[in-house]
């Protein structure tokens, strides 16, 4: 992916997180679909911005901590809810 | 050296883009935010009511526009290390300074926002939701300031290898923001 | 010796080791008082004997760095020191300080004089001229360790080194602030000793073993370099506000639970750093080096260190667990095995390398050398499991079920007992270690084959 095409991917999934939030989406499954949105986000940035499509033994490394670093984020919101 | 590198794919630290001291910095910053945003969820479970309370404080619209600004400047500083690879330096330089003012922009509108939780009446004890907010987006907002520095130290000294490094610093502000803002501002 | 002037350390290690036989008395004397509680009330009251074992602790980890410093920045930089004269008037400052130190906390010379009295500062008690003497001391051998490395090469291990010895001597400055505000006071009071060992003297101890592995197993110099910088990364990183562990209940505000929690967290990693790097590189390393003694300190301290100063540092920093712990027998195993592993095995890891050389006789009787290791580590080991265990009975019977503290002191009264004991194999080692290094001739071990480094 180049540079320009992961700010667009970045620039439409924030847009799309603020509209969840902002338009009624509320509970669960918005706290969720929201905090899915955030981990594609980061992993954008990690392997373009940070460029480890280019290593990918490290990005599949820093793949997998984000991974599980996600779903235990969700699973707290999952229990504050 | 460099020819070696060419014919065999880099294997080990070797293959990591950029510098191996700025990987060990940006896995270090996302060590300490990734437990400051944990341990921020792992309070709110003990009062998930305060923390929707207060969380309406917050303004989710100009944190969102923060959010654009922040990986626009992202996008602007990636293109200063393509620019750089080049060998245009002028357009390296020009590429980080607008990536530097967003940075500004992003600064400016942080404390618009501080300002106006602080007309509040709202501190750090004024709740342990805004005593994380503080906490982290403080944290946060010094390491946009620290990345303006760098930006400005590598745009004094342009090379492909000094455009890279202090990018890369600021793609993991970047980072940090964009995991930061849905679970602080949107959850 | 290549260099005649490395000679100076030669003072250093035996001002430092005579301290390390001061404070090891101390140390069994205060473990026999938590036995026997009146024992010496009157002559040595336990916070005179405690001020004693404490700082003389520090001051000989000190001189010892000092010894080190003179010992490997000629070879580093492939200069003589600056100036010798200099270097042997630090030493009578340090030493004269000490003695003044020692007799004024005996005796309570000058009670209340500004600059002759003791400060009733915890742990920063010393009198106002020995304060002094000491930054005087400091600025000596910062100028002539720095005039020495500017003159000659600038490596890794001598820039990494210098840094943390220009912070130990700025952080000391903070000894002379005393607020009057008692919270303050105590922020301030943890940036000396505690931003050294958190901090600065993490810098002193990876550049220390990257010389000593440089040396032992001749492992390729870029390849340390490579290493010593990433350790002294990521211990400033983590120790800086790591430190913030210290001010959980002392009257700071509360976002400092969190930020002590969680970089004090990572304070581990650096540690584990340097064990990793000190096994990776005797595993790597081609070279086999006669000095086994040296070698087994080495790989002992940076083993010792990531379990005293990173396993049991880690196990009460969390602010959840520390409200608990605080100030228990928890935090007496955690700082015995923390300063023993990291920074006593340090200093006598690069004693037991250089003082054979010092003294012209390599290889030299080494089994004694390592007999006392097996029984300072071991003592020390089982030291640091009976006051987990005390802490561990501390913490329940006095912080959860609320009895009072003396009522609970009887209780734990067994373990300080295996704790003296365990105090006495310490002592012994430590003066089978002063023995082995000072006195005998005889070559009891082969000089093993010096293998070609690695090219």
């Known amino acids: 992916m180049s540079v320009t095409n992961a700010w667009l991917t970045l620039i439409a999934l924030s847009i799309g997180s603020t509209i969840l939030a902002h338009f009624g989406a509320a509970g669960i499954f918005a706290s969720l679909a929201i905090l ?14 940070l460029g480890l499509q280019n290593a990918p033994s490290w990005g599949r490394g820093f793949g997998m901590v984000l991974a599980i670093y996600m779903i235990g984020i969700m699973g707290l919101a999952v229990a504050a809810s | 050296m460099k020819d070696a590198t060419k014919q065999t794919p880099a294997e080990g630290i070797d293959a990591l883009p950029g510098d191996l001291m700025m990987w060990i910095l940006i896995v270090s910053e996302l060590l300490v935010f990734g437990a400051g945003l944990a ?23 100009t944190a969102g526009i923060n959010t654009v600004v922040l990986v626009t400047s992202g996008w602007l500083a990636a293109l200063a290390v393509q620019a750089s690879e080049m060998g245009n330096i002028l357009r390296t330089r020009l590429f980080l300074a607008a990536a530097s003012i967003l940075g500004v922009v992003f600064l400016v509108i942080k404390g618009a926002e501080y300002a106006d939780k602080s007309a509040q009446g709202i501190d750090f004890e004024t709740h342990s939701f805004f005593l994380f907010y503080y906490m982290l987006t403080g944290f946060h907002a010094m390491h946009v300031i620290a990345g303006i520095v760098i930006l400005a130290l590598v745009s004094w000294k342009v090379t492909p290898r000094n455009t890279e490094v202090g990018a890369a610093f600021w793609h993991m502000v970047d980072l940090v923001w964009v995991l930061l803002f849905p679970i602080m501002y949107l959850l | 010796m290549k260099y005649k002037t490395q000679r100076i350390a030669f003072a250093y290690f035996v001002v430092a080791m005579a301290l390390f036989a001061v404070q090891v008395t101390m140390g069994l004397v205060l473990g026999w008082i938590y036995v026997d509680g009146n024992f010496l009330s ?36 492939e200069q003589e020191i600056h100036s010798e004269k200099l270097a042997y008037l ?50 000596i051998f910062l100028y002539n360790i720095s005039m020495t490395v500017l003159k000659g090469k600038k490596t890794a291990i001598t820039n990494i080194l210098l840094l943390g010895l220009w912070g130990i001597a700025l952080l000391f400055l903070f000894s002379f602030y005393n607020p009057d505000n008692l919270a303050l006071d105590k922020m301030y009071w943890w940036y000396v000793v505690h931003l050294w060992v958190e901090g600065t ?26 290493w010593l910088y990433v350790i002294a990364a990521l211990a400033l990183f983590s120790g800086i506000l790591g430190t913030g562990h210290h001010y959980f209940w002392i009257g700071t505000p509360g976002y400092w ?33 006669p000095n086994k003694a040296a070698l087994l300190w080495s790989l002992g301290c940076a083993t010792l260190a990531f379990f005293g100063a990173g396993v049991w540092g880690f196990l009460h920093t969390l602010h959840g667990v520390n409200f608990y712990t605080h100030g228990t027998q928890i935090t007496a195993a955690h700082g015995h095995l923390a300063f023993f592993g990291a920074y006593v095995a340090l200093n006598l890891a690069i004693i037991s390398y250089a003082m054979p050389i010092l003294r012209g006789r390599d290889p030299f009787n080494q089994v004694l050398n390592m ?19 005390a802490g561990t009975v501390q913490t329940h019977l006095q912080r959860v079920n609320g009895e009072a503290f003396m009522d609970v002191q009887e209780q734990l009264w067994i373990f300080y007992v295996m704790r003296f004991g365990s105090g006495i194999a310490v002592v012994l080692g430590a003066v089978l270690f002063i023995y082995a290094v000072m006195k005998p001739r005889k070559e009891i071990i082969e000089a093993g084959a010096v293998g070609t480094p690695a090219e």
């Open chain 1, 36 to 49: 899915t949105l955030a981990w594609i986000k980061a992993q954008v940035i990690l392997r373009v911005y």
């Open chain 2, 39 to 61: 341990a921020f969820m792992g309070v709110r479970l003990t009062d998930p009511a305060g923390f929707s309370e207060a969380q309406t404080h917050l303004n989710a619209t």
């Open chain 3, 42 to 77: 009157e002559l040595i009251p336990f916070n005179i004997g405690r001020m004693l074992h404490t700082n003389s602790l520090v001051v000989w980890l000190l001189t010892g760095f000092f010894g080190a410093a003179y010992f490997l920045v000629p070879e580093e930089s």
């Open chain 3, 90 to 139: 630090q030493l009578a400052i340090l030493v004269l300080g000490t003695a003044g130190v020692v007799v004024t906390y005996l005796f309570n010379l000058f009670e209340g004089n500004f600059l002759l009295g003791k400060e009733g500062r915890e742990f920063l008690e010393q009198p106002k001229w020995v304060k002094a003497g000491i930054v005087v001391a400091a600025l």
């Open chain 3, 201 to 226: 003297w993490e810098l002193v101890m990876a550049s220390i073993l990257a010389f000593l592995m440089l040396k032992l197993t001749g492992v390729d110099r870029e390849v340390v370099e490579k």
């Open chain 3, 257 to 289: 639970q969190w930020i002590g929690s969680i970089f004090s967290s990572l304070e581990i990693v650096p540690f584990f750093g340097m064990m990793a790097f000190a096994f990776v590189m005797v595993w790597k390393g081609r070279r086999d080096h």
């Open chain 3, 371 to 389: 007999v006392s290791f097996w029984l300072m580590a071991g003592g020390m080991t089982f030291m640091t499991f009976t006051l987990t265990f």
